[in-house]
């Protein structure tokens, strides 16, 4: 039944992280051992082992996906149905009908509150909020949560301990790094691998922006931006990506420029080398019926090589919706959001999800894996002139799945025309401290900043017990 609501764990000893390391401009993870006293993951409490944050970028309108108010004023409700789900008593979106077959497995928090006005992943990434809305990631940002199980060495030794798929965030728009998935001030050897993509458009939006085209293409690793001429844009568009970058690697591994490369360097190579990375972005192991249930474009793509890598034990991936340049603003709907939704958004979504979690359930993986679908803000409640919404951080949803979280929950009410919370609302502190207490993290846990100054890891945040099963 349908059921509306609004423990911290004790750090122990016994574990190392790897070396820190930085290729070029690449930037993995190697080995660095800590304290004991300092160990903060205990696998034994863990609910979670790995974690997929999917980020709907630009704000998708809460009240027009998981929290529809058919009985508010026409300027608020929209022009979308609610349908019931197998959840009994809870109605989403219409346009969501594989994911109203999964909500019976979902929590659903109605209620992520803020006051942080930016497209920054920040938030829900880190738990922090400041008062620069408009920067970029800055060597003074606080580490997200991949960046802490990169510091802690979560996962195993040949991989990274966290990807970022299918760019960095802001890629796509003349690359503004957005705030959000780094290693702050632990540094750039805590970033997780940011993968490369070079999307192609089979048309020209009409009008820029808000008449969406899907990105194709998928994404491929890295190279050392440090070896000869490995530059994305030398890759013959004929050949395989992988192809490719496994020829010049393996050319490269012959050189004296690799055999020279310090003990760090190295470590690094071999990681971008290892058969596990290289495996998981082969998506010509997968059948064609596979890439089709996901779908054969960059997001389809991103989201089935994020499976792969939590298949190989990657602890934290995320996948960002990105914004290339004017092809369409992603969930940042200032203009006819409802036509972006139906159309392009909300199948998207109830695509790649819906395969997300059949293919984890049947691999037996969806219980230790922890499915995140959220953006950083919700959209104001009232349509604009532009049938639009815009920016509205009070009130936003975050939808998740499998990884130790309650199946068939709802967490929080807001009110008559989905503005505010009315009850449970939750804070992005509060929101990342579930995250890490799900992973066996301590949330209270502390790494000093730049000025040697312990700083909590949750920013204060408590985990919402509510939602934790």
């Given at each position: 039944m ?7 764990k004790?750090?122990c ?13 690449l930037?993995l ?7 004991k ?10 609910k979670?082992r ?24 026409a ?14 008593g ?10 109203a077959?999964w ?6 928090i ?64 003349k ?9 702050g001030f ?24 808000y008449?969406?085209v ?28 992988l ?21 760090v ?46 298949e ?67 959209r ?42 009315t009850?449970?609302?939750v804070?992005?502190a ?32 408590e ?7």
């Amino acid at each position: 039944m349908l059921s509306v609501l609004g423990h911290s764990k004790k750090m122990c000893d016994g574990v190392t992280r790897r070396e820190l390391m930085r290729v070029g401009g690449l930037s993995l993870l190697a080995g660095l051992s800590m304290p004991k006293l300092l160990r903060a993951a205990d696998d034994r409490r863990a609910k979670a082992r790995s974690v997929i944050m999917f980020n709907l970028l630009g704000g998708p309108a809460h009240m027009d996906m998981f929290d529809l108010k058919p009985d508010a004023p026409a300027e608020v409700r929209g022009e979308f149905n609610p349908i019931s789900t197998s959840l009994p008593g809870l109605q989403i979106c219409e346009h969501l009908p594989r994911l109203a077959g999964w909500m019976d497995r979902a929590t659903l928090i109605r209620t992520f509150s803020h006051t942080f006005n930016s497209h920054d992943p920040l938030p829900f990434m880190t738990g922090f909020t400041d008062d620069q809305p408009s920067a970029q990631a800055m060597p003074t940002d606080p580490p997200d949560v991949g960046a802490i199980c990169q510091y802690l060495g979560l996962g195993p030794e040949d991989l990274p301990g966290a990807v970022c798929l299918p760019c960095f965030p802001g890629s796509g728009q003349k690359g503004h790094r957005r705030r959000g998935p780094y290693g702050g001030f632990l540094g750039r050897s805590c970033d997780p691998l940011f993968t490369l993509c070079k999307p192609t458009f089979d048309r020209e939006p009409s009008p820029n922006d808000y008449d969406p085209v899907m990105p194709m293409g998928q994404p491929f690793p890295p190279t050392p931006d440090d070896l000869p001429e490995m530059t994305v844009n030398r890759l013959d568009e004929r050949k395989s990506l992988l192809t490719q970058l496994d020829t010049v690697f393996a050319e490269s591994s012959r050189s004296p420029a690799v055999t020279s490369m310090d003990q760090v360097k190295q470590k690094a190579f071999s990681i971008l080398t290892s058969g596990r990375t290289r495996d998981a972005f082969d998506l010509e192991q997968e059948s064609s019926g596979t890439r089709d249930r996901y779908g054969q474009n960059l997001v389809g793509s991103s989201m089935l090589i994020a499976r792969r890598l939590v298949e190989a034990g990657v602890p934290f991936i995320s996948v960002h919706q990105e914004i290339f340049d004017h092809y369409g603003h992603a969930y940042d709907m200032h203009q006819n959001n409802f036509s972006m939704l139906k159309d392009f958004n909300l199948p998207l979504l109830d695509q790649v999800i819906p395969a997300l979690l059949h293919d984890l359930e049947q691999s037996g993986l969806l219980d230790s894996t922890l499915v995140v679908v959220m953006g950083e803000m919700g959209r104001t409640p009232k349509i604009n002139a532009k049938a639009g919404r815009d920016h509205w951080p009070q009130c936003g949803f975050s939808l998740l799945f499998g990884g130790g979280v309650k199946q068939g929950y709802v967490h929080g009410t807001t009110d008559k025309i989905g503005a505010w919370p009315t009850s449970y609302p939750v804070s992005p502190a509060d929101f990342v401290a579930t995250v890490y207490s799900l992973l066996g993290i301590d949330p209270r846990m502390t790494v000093n900043d730049r000025a040697g100054r312990p700083i909590s890891i949750a920013h204060g945040g408590e985990p919402v017990a509510d939602v934790i099963a």
